[in-house]
């Protein structure tokens, strides 16, 4: 099988396409050349899109003897991923850009060319397992290893997108991979694990949001208000600074009555206003999610359907009950025990078990405790 292998520049990425050489195909390494301007992006070990990442995904292969090449998708991850980042921000939604990058560039516009070019699948070093269902379709599962478990911004992925996938590192826990990485003789086996987002250089979101959004937002500053009684506790410079469930760097100077630290609760972008208030009101126990995909079989519309959620890239599972909206254009989901600081624009991640049933993008959220009577 002609396999093209995805290298960042990390041990997660080259081990894949050592196993994937390994195991008989005939593997090409690329790199994804995300950057217009490679050194606005994170750099040292705590990027995947710098130069640096290309060097070391260069020698990677090398060492394992396959062809490597790279490929500049910045136009299309800067209209895809970056534009859309800024854009869910002042709008007071909070986006997650792995995921979005997963959905549209590595698994459609690599994916798509891969195809054109003659080979037969895209391998890369995500941590999921891919497995052959009962029913002929190709199931995605959680990872061996549950602290490096994937699945979540995996879950964009349909069916046609698994079937030509490889996720070679699945079965195996981290630790393991950077010792195989040590012992077949490839120097990333020790760089650190790339952290935040690879597009903010300094891993400060609010204020990259705020050099690049500036006037484009909405409403550029506001009041910071309770919620409760309406009080303004402080300014703030654009809505897209904040988001729910955040707990630092509100810049309030009026204490809590009772102490305890304030959370933003709500985000309004077009008035500029940002509430906060006590932890308790975050709690979310329903919600209702657009654009769903699927990664097989699109559960039955109308019933409601017992399973788990993921809320965000390693977060907790939260027991849940699923119902596909007529015409399949959305889903509501009740959660059996309420989940906080869960926010417009994130994803959530629907399983049967550890298998991955699919994703919608999150619209609103309820947090009445009576959600479960929609």
Not at 58 to 79: K, Q, T
Not at 283 to 290: P, Y
Request: charged letters at 25%; proline letters at 5%; a negative charge.
């Amino acid at each position: 099988m002609k396999v093209l292998a995805a290298m960042s520049g990390g041990v997660d990425s080259a081990v894949a396409a050592a196993r994937a050489h390994e195991a008989g195909h005939d593997v090409t390494g690329v790199h994804l050349a995300l950057s217009r301007n490679p050194a606005s992006y994170r750099s040292g070990a705590r990027g995947c899109c710098t130069i640096e990442d290309s060097n070391d995904a260069r020698r990677a292969a090398d060492v394992i003897g396959i062809p490597f090449y790279v490929w500049d998708l910045s136009e299309r991850f800067h209209e895809d991923v970056v534009e859309d980042f800024m854009d869910e921000y002042a709008a007071g939604r909070t986006p997650n850009p792995c995921l979005r990058c997963n959905e549209k560039i590595k698994f459609a516009a690599v994916l798509d060319r891969a195809l054109a070019l003659g080979f037969d699948a895209v391998a890369t070093g995500h941590y999921a397992l891919l497995r052959d269902g009962d029913d002929g379709l190709v199931e995605m599962h959680r990872s061996v290893d549950a602290g490096k478990d994937q699945s979540y911004v995996l879950g964009v992925l349909d069916q046609h997108q698994l079937r030509h996938s490889l996720f070679p590192l699945g079965d195996t826990p981290k630790v393991q991979v950077r010792e195989e990485a040590a012992r077949r003789g490839l120097l990333v086996a020790d760089k650190p694990d790339s952290h935040d987002i690879c597009f903010v250089a300094d891993g400060d979101n609010a204020g990259w949001l705020r050099e690049k959004l500036g006037e484009r937002a909405p409403n550029h500053g506001g009041a910071i208000v309770d919620d409760e009684t309406g009080e303004e506790l402080g300014r703030h410079d654009g809505t897209y600074g904040y988001t729910i469930g955040q707990r630092k760097g509100l810049r309030i100077g009026t204490p809590a009555p009772d102490g305890k630290p304030r959370f933003v609760l709500d985000i309004e972008p077009v008035e500029g206003t940002v509430r906060v208030g006590p932890r308790e009101r975050l709690a979310v126990h329903g919600l209702e999610g657009i654009r769903p995909r699927w990664c097989g079989t699109v559960p039955a519309p109308g019933s409601w359907s017992d399973c788990t959620v993921q809320l965000r890239a390693h977060g907790d599972e939260h027991r849940a009950r699923l119902r596909v909206h007529e015409g399949g254009e959305s889903v509501s989901v009740d959660l059996l025990d309420a989940a906080y600081g869960i926010a417009p624009g994130q994803a959530v991640v629907v399983y049967d078990g550890s298998r991955v049933v699919g994703s919608a993008t999150i619209a609103s959220t309820d947090r009445s405790p009576a959600g479960s009577a929609r």
